[in-house]
Structures are given as structure tokens and as C-alpha cells.
């Protein structure tokens, strides 16, 4: 399974941007996906996810990033609004309890980081 993710870059405070990622192999279902970031010298931290249509975001976030999944097509977005200087970090794809074909186990993946830069 990979967790190809895109979008990010620069932008200004106040402006937006999206990130799209989506997660290809043999997939049966997945529970839950959703967004991290990550600052310098800091561990990741949650954004936002979908399990299920259950949406989480973190306090910092909410009101101004919207996470939408498409469950058939293993995709996920976030739509980053409003964007300040403290939005800037490595955003990493996730999804979690990843249901191989012809498999039981459930597995769970990171895409690899893309970096969101907000300038003031």
C-alpha cells in the first residue's frame, strides 16, 4: 500500500491551499484517514481525520481546515483555509486500519510529508 499525497507549498497568511492524498494497492477498506503535521524537532501531531464520516480535527485547525474522503476511491483532502504562520510545518498523510484483500490484519501507513509554508 502507498499513500501518495500532494498539494502544499507556499502561501500567504490568509490565503489557502489543499492537500489530496490517495492510497493505492490491493485495499479492501480502510477505517480512518486524515492529516498530521509536523514541526523542526517536534513529533507529529494530529490535524484532521475521517473515520468513517466521524470528522476529528485538532483545536488550532477548527473552522478554518475542512477534511473531505472519498471511501471508494481511498482518497482524502484537506482544504486549509485562513492559513496563519503557525500553519507551516510537514503535513504527512495517514491511514489507519487498512484492510488488505485476502487478508484479515489490519495495517497502517504514512505517505511521505509534504511542506505547507505560510508567510505573514
Known amino acids: 500500500v502507498q499513500l501518495q499525497a500532494s498539494g502544499g507549498g507556499l502561501a500567504q497568511a490568509g490565503e489557502s491551499l489543499r492537500l489530496s492524498c490517495t492510497a493505492s494497492?490491493?485495499?479492501?477498506?480502510?477505517?480512518?484517514m486524515g492529516w498530521y503535521r509536523q514541526y523542526p524537532g517536534k513529533e507529529r501531531e494530529l490535524v484532521a481525520m475521517?473515520?468513517?464520516?466521524?470528522?476529528k480535527y485538532a483545536e488550532s485547525v477548527k473552522g478554518r481546515f475542512t477534511i473531505f474522503r472519498d471511501i471508494d476511491e481511498h482518497t482524502v483532502l484537506l482544504r486549509m483555509d485562513d492559513l496563519k504562520p503557525e500553519d507551516t510545518a510537514v503535513y504527512f498523510c495517514r491511514a489507519d486500519g487498512v484492510t488488505l484483500l485476502y487478508y484479515q490484519a489490519e495495517y497502517d501507513y504514512w505517505g511521505q510529508g509534504t511542506l505547507v509554508t505560510v508567510s505573514s
Open positions: 494497492g490491493k485495499i479492501w477498506k480502510i477505517n480512518s
Open positions: 475521517n473515520t468513517n464520516g466521524d470528522l
